[in-house]
């Protein structure tokens, strides 16, 4: 079973739009921490953020938003107001027992 | 800027080859990873050195061998690649030992594009 669900493989979105990108997890522990990285098409994969499973206070940093929310295992990320050099893959991540999970990502183009 | 920073950015090389991968970080973490990515997936975890030891090796082919000569460089040497191999190398390093352990954010370089032909 897929520990970490991206459902969205691709999206596309014009300029100024506010975009939701989606990742449910799996999880029998109790302790876990949840991440986001951006690949854009250079390629490093670009660290935006960690939760742990004990924080559900959802976070906002400058245009990106995450909602974390333990009811229904999930924990997005919204960009508000999207620009062209937000055009890149986003990745969501899971670490728990000492493993780390990636989901498969979605690719995000954003039109001018 | 990155951290962790890789050598060469690209690289193109024959199935007869020998060449190698470097990676350098100046965090001061303990431990460091190789992960292969083909296009269009997420990363694939190929090993991990923790305290300059190898701990994880995920069942990767011969023809990829790691080395630790010290806490911040990792290097990664290939021989006899084949067009499959073809992908882009992250290394990655963290805090502590073992793959996210505790929790720990685990912090990529910026890759090498390999293509064997």
């Known amino acids: 079973a897929q520990k970490v669900t991206q459902a969205q493989t691709e999206i596309s979105v014009v300029e100024k739009e506010d975009v939701t990108l989606d990742c449910v997890y799996e999880t029998r522990d109790t302790t876990y921490y949840l991440f986001w990285y951006k690949q854009p098409p250079s390629g490093e994969l670009v660290f935006l953020i960690r939760?742990?499973?004990?924080?559900?206070q959802n976070e906002i940093s400058g245009r990106y938003s995450w909602n974390f929310q333990k009811s229904t295992s999930s924990f997005n990320f919204t960009i508000t107001a999207s620009q062209v050099v937000d055009s890149a893959v986003y990745f969501c991540?899971?670490?728990?027992?000492?493993?780390?999970?990636f989901g498969t990502g979605t690719s995000l183009t954003v039109i001018p | 800027d990155t951290e962790v920073t890789q050598t060469p950015k690209h690289l193109v090389m024959g199935m007869t080859n020998k060449k190698s991968l470097k990676c350098e970080q100046h965090?001061?973490?303990?431990?460091m990873y190789w992960y292969k990515q083909k296009a269009k997936k997420p990363p694939e975890l190929m090993f991990v050195y923790s305290y300059e030891k190898l701990s994880i090796n995920e069942s990767v082919p011969s023809r990829f061998s790691p080395e630790c000569p010290n806490s911040s460089l990792l290097n990664l040497h290939l021989h006899a690649l084949q067009p499959e191999d073809s992908a882009l190398y992250l290394c990655?390093?963290?805090?502590?030992?073992?793959?996210?352990?505790?929790?720990?954010?685990?912090?990529f370089g910026e890759g090498s594009w390999l293509t064997v032909v």
């Open positions: 991540a899971l670490s728990e027992f000492n493993q780390f999970y």
């Open positions: 990655a390093s963290s805090q502590a030992s073992g793959t996210g352990a505790a929790g720990n954010t685990i912090y």
């Open positions: 965090m001061g973490h303990r431990a």
């Open positions: 939760r742990n499973s004990f924080d559900e």
